[in-house]
């Protein structure tokens, strides 16, 4: 879908991992392996949890804060290779969270445009989506492969771009305080969900201007967090 002749697009900008899917038992297991083989001591799934939507070297990096940046890249290789041997013996489970497909559809059928900006590979959040039957519903994919890790706002501009959007007129809808630091870095409204993997406290602290408790609450809080932008 190009511009609108009589202005610039609204924009949905969705996280995936905690935001449209819950991928963590995937994450945690995948990390766990790569400690495993790199024979470092296993990280808590918490702290797993807490650096989802990171790009790889980064996460590593929060979990080893003493270790070197080869090491960092090393881990973040040795994990990409577990995640993908989990995925060829079919062990891959990333359910959608009940209710967002059929959001994502209302949104769509009410005239937004919406994309994705997550911490996954190219491979790994095109396999997602056509899993569920909602890859072709989004009109921009913007991952870790191509961009620096959130909360760089590059991943924002480059949706923004693809769809004929601008700040005034997108939002980005996530459930990290890495999501909402990238949106506020923006300068899109935000909106956080609770239903991932940081705190509503935490998403507020970072600058959200909104907080959905469900998925279906996300098309009226959509509209809201466009008509209170200045």
Same mark, same amino acid.
């Given at each position: 879908?190009?511009?609108? =002749?009589?202005?610039? #697009?609204?924009?949905?900008?969705?996280?995936?991992?905690? &935001?449209?899917?819950?991928?963590?038992? #995937?994450?945690?297991?995948?990390?766990?392996?790569?400690?495993?083989?790199?024979?470092?001591?296993?990280?808590?799934?918490?702290?797993?949890?807490?650096?989802?939507?990171? #790009?790889?070297? +980064?996460?590593?990096?929060?979990?080893?804060?003493?270790?070197?940046?080869?090491?960092?890249?090393?881990?973040?290789?040795?994990?990409?290779?577990?995640?993908?041997?989990?995925? $060829?013996?079919?062990?891959?489970? /990333?359910?959608?969270?009940?209710?967002?497909? /059929?959001?994502?559809?209302?949104?769509?059928?009410?005239?937004?445009? *919406?994309?994705?900006?997550?911490?996954?590979?190219?491979?790994?959040?095109?396999?997602?989506?056509?899993?569920?039957?909602?890859? %072709?519903?989004?009109?921009?994919?913007?991952?870790?492969?191509?961009?620096? !890790?959130?909360?760089?706002?590059?991943?924002?501009?480059? @949706?923004?771009?693809? @769809?004929?959007?601008?700040?005034? &007129?997108?939002?980005?809808?996530?459930?990290?305080?890495?999501?909402? $630091?990238?949106?506020? #870095?923006?300068?899109?409204?935000?909106?956080?969900? @609770?239903?991932?993997?940081?705190?509503?406290?935490? *998403?507020? %602290?970072?600058?959200?201007?909104?907080?959905?408790?469900?998925?279906? +609450?996300?098309?009226?809080?959509?509209?809201? =967090?466009? !008509?209170?932008?200045?």
């Amino acid at each position: 879908m190009s511009a609108l =002749a009589s202005g610039p #697009n609204r924009l949905a900008i969705f996280d995936c991992d905690g &935001t449209l899917v819950d991928s963590q038992a #995937n994450i945690c297991r995948a990390m766990a392996e790569a400690f495993a083989i790199e024979k470092l001591p296993e990280p808590a799934a918490p702290a797993v949890r807490r650096v989802v939507g990171l #790009n790889l070297t +980064q996460a590593v990096a929060v979990l080893l804060p003493d270790a070197d940046h080869d090491l960092h890249v090393r881990v973040g290789e040795t994990y990409k290779r577990a995640f993908q041997a989990m995925r $060829g013996a079919g062990e891959v489970d /990333e359910p959608l969270f009940p209710g967002v497909a /059929e959001t994502l559809r209302a949104l769509d059928a009410d005239g937004w445009l *919406l994309a994705v900006a997550t911490g996954k590979s190219d491979r790994g959040l095109h396999h997602c989506l056509e899993a569920h039957g909602i890859h %072709d519903l989004f009109v921009s994919l913007q991952t870790a492969d191509r961009h620096p !890790s959130k909360p760089h706002p590059s991943m924002i501009v480059q @949706a923004m771009a693809d @769809a004929g959007a601008i700040p005034a &007129t997108s939002v980005m809808i996530g459930d990290t305080s890495f999501d909402i $630091g990238m949106g506020v #870095n923006a300068g899109c409204a935000t909106i956080g969900v @609770a239903w991932g993997y940081h705190t509503p406290r935490e *998403l507020f %602290d970072e600058g959200a201007d909104f907080v959905a408790d469900r998925p279906d +609450q996300l098309p009226d809080i959509l509209r809201l =967090a466009l !008509s209170a932008r200045p």
